[in-house]
């Protein structure tokens, strides 16, 4: 007789390790330009610091420190450069920013805007002609007004 084989079962378990990724919500990312349209600047400057009292060997200094996290403290836009920001940095930008309101009066006086050198020239282009003009004060508060614009 031949011996019998014993063969025995290992069970193996499994452990499931869950990792919790603690990664912020990635924000969503808004796109700002100066493009002025009525005006010769060159550039837009904004001053984004703030003053903190340091004590340093016994006195009290002012210290400049960033008032936008992430944002250097002297913002340089060149003209037609486009910046990306986040929300939360949009929302400390409010003041220097084009509102939601005005971002959407802007685009419908752009649409309504008739072209230059249309290709058929009609009558009711002709009838309709000075309906569409500025003036230098509606272009200036509408399409441009020294703030950043969104794209």
């Known amino acids: 007789m031949a011996?019998?084989?014993?063969?025995?079962?290992?069970?193996?378990?499994k452990k499931e390790t869950k990792t919790k990724s603690k990664s912020k919500a990635k924000s969503k990312k808004v796109k700002l330009t100066f493009n002025p349209i009525m005006s010769a600047a060159n550039k837009f400057t904004i001053l984004l610091r703030k003053q903190e009292m340091q004590r340093v060997r016994g006195e009290d200094?002012?210290?400049?420190?960033?008032?936008?996290?992430?944002?250097?403290?002297k913002l340089v836009i060149e003209k037609g450069e486009v910046i990306e920001v986040t929300e939360e940095q949009l929302e400390q930008l409010a003041p220097?920013?084009?509102?939601?309101?005005?971002y959407e009066k802007r685009q419908e006086f752009i649409d309504n805007m008739s072209a230059q050198h249309p290709e058929n020239l009609t009558w009711d282009m002709i009838v309709a002609e000075g309906g569409n003009w500025a003036t230098l004060a509606d272009s200036q508060r509408i399409v441009y007004n020294d703030k950043l614009l969104r794209v």
């Open 96 to 102: 220097w920013v084009e509102t939601k309101e005005e």
């Open 61 to 73: 200094i002012p210290v400049n420190v960033p008032l936008i996290e992430g944002l250097p403290m």
């Open 3 to 13: 011996a019998k084989k014993t063969s025995t079962k290992k069970e193996t378990t």
